[in-house]
């Protein structure tokens, strides 16, 4: 019989720590604490959003508490300290990814917001009528709908690198022939929010991509949104000129993301938002600018988010351990797949080799049974799962448009609650062939 909850083991995140935390893991992350519906949350949906850290909580409610002030205009003493505040946590972004310099780190309103701030500040001023563009077919539509629009309004052309359904890893075979093409952008996400790993054992495709579009002077464009709450990035080694993630996929704040910036690119870079904060002089016959990053920030920034992920990066180097991390989230999906092979009609998309050995998402669909019904069915044992097509639609052709259930792993999912999300599948699968 299932409940419509799971416990999780209390000392579970200290595996994936650098020390044995003693106290009940919503003493971490609130949310997944015991409510009047559930002895326990199985949150499976972290790919979309994780749960909110309690130290990020706690500095963000401390922030609004007291006096503070905006940051880079009062010469108050508040003011100042939030100032002090705000550009520490640039420095500890540019450190977490081994950014040469906090200048290279410029703050967003999400990932989908750091790309589109590529696309305006840089690709629009190199793009000519002519000029190539690559992407892969896994890209979130964040990234496939934004360059889709860019080469309409410039006149480049847009090359996709498709994904091979044997393999559900990025096909390079035809690369070298789009090389010989005006190449100005290559544009790729580092993990599919549906596929999980499609770069091979540890993204060596994607390093044999990156170093060849730089042969021929094209800028590179990484979306990390899926990567950088799973495993460590490090801007110098991977050779990115931007590099994209949102914190709130991290366990921080929504309304807040990161975008890198080699300082290599920022003479090419050009504001497309304009306001306070990001001037530097004004008369009437000409305007200048700050320098990078402030001249990309207009505005009042969204500076209680900031604190907060100073929190959060506090959390991730004192205590995650990202191999550590990897090998849990990695079991997790071992152990669910495993399970879901066991169950006739049910097809699990992505490279399962590579999902069992590096990947935090398993996405798959039911014949005969719509993703969304069966969603809303484990939502009732307790289990939050996404369903649908995760804004990757291109990607979907290659098992027929076909919706998918979707469970993404975290530090704080562990392997009783997979057992009870494959035992909560059972039941749900048998009641709707008992239905349909």
């Keep these: 019989m299932v409940g419509r909850a799971c416990k999780i083991p209390i000392h579970y995140l200290g595996m994936v720590t650098n ?27 972290s790919a979309a959003t994780a749960c909110t850290l309690a130290s990020v909580i706690e500095a963000m409610s401390n922030f609004y508490e007291r006096a503070h002030g905006s940051v880079h205009r009062g010469v108050y003493e508040s003011a100042e300290r939030t100032t002090t505040q705000y550009e520490s946590v640039r420095g500890q972004v540019a450190q977490f990814i081994n950014a040469r310099s906090s200048a290279e780190i410029i703050f967003t309103a999400g990932a989908t917001d750091s790309l589109n701030t590529i696309a ?57 022939h789009l090389l010989t093409k005006s190449i100005k952008v290559f544009a790729a996400t580092m993990s599919s929010n549906v596929l999980g790993p499609i770069w091979g ?47 709130h996929k991290m366990g921080g ?16 870079m050009k504001p497309y938002r304009f306001g306070g904060g990001m001037v530097a002089a004004v008369a009437d016959d000409f305007m200048t600018w700050q320098a990078a990053p402030h001249c990309f920030e207009a505005g ?25 991390l990897r090998q849990q989230e990695a079991t997790l999906c071992a152990q669910l797949i495993g399970a879901l092979e066991s169950i006739p009609g049910v097809h699990v998309v992505g490279n399962k080799e590579l999902l069992s050995s590096q ?18 069915s484990l939502g009732q ?39 009870h999300l494959i ?9 709707w062939r008992e239905i349909l």
């Design 19 to 45: 020390k044995i935390l003693l106290t009940p893991l919503s003493h971490y992350f609130p949310a997944l604490a015991p409510s009047e519906k559930a002895s326990q949350q199985c949150y499976f949906d």
């Design 120 to 176: 305006y500040v840089w690709a629009r001023h190199i793009l000519e009528p002519g000029d190539g563009i690559i992407i892969t077919q896994a890209e979130h539509h964040a990234h496939y709908v934004l360059w889709h629009e860019m080469a309409r309004r410039y006149g480049a052309h847009v090359y996709v690198l498709p994904i091979d359904p044997i393999t559900s890893c990025v096909d390079v075979s035809g690369l070298d």
């Design 201 to 247: 054992a540890d993204n060596y495709l994607l390093r044999q991509c990156i170093t060849k579009v730089r042969s021929v002077g094209a800028g590179v464009i990484i979306d990390a949104a899926q990567t950088i709450a799973h495993a460590p990035i490090d801007v110098e080694r991977l050779e990115c000129d931007f590099l994209a993630f949102s914190v």
């Design 253 to 268: 704040p929504t309304g807040l993301g990161v975008l890198y910036a080699r300082s290599s690119m920022h003479a090419h």
């Design 300 to 324: 009042t920034p969204p500076i209680a988010q900031v604190v907060g992920l100073g929190a959060l990066l506090d959390f991730y180097t004192k205590y995650v351990d990202f191999a550590a």
């Design 359 to 376: 990947g935090h998402v398993v996405s798959f669909y039911v014949d005969g049974i719509h993703a969304h019904d069966l969603a809303s």
């Design 381 to 419: 044992y307790g289990c939050a799962v996404r369903a649908g097509d995760h804004c990757a639609q291109p990607l979907s052709s290659l098992w027929g448009n076909k919706a998918t259930v979707r469970a993404s792993f975290f530090m704080y999912n562990s392997p009783a609650q997979v057992e």
């Design 423 to 431: 035992a909560a599948l059972r039941n749900c699968i048998s009641r």
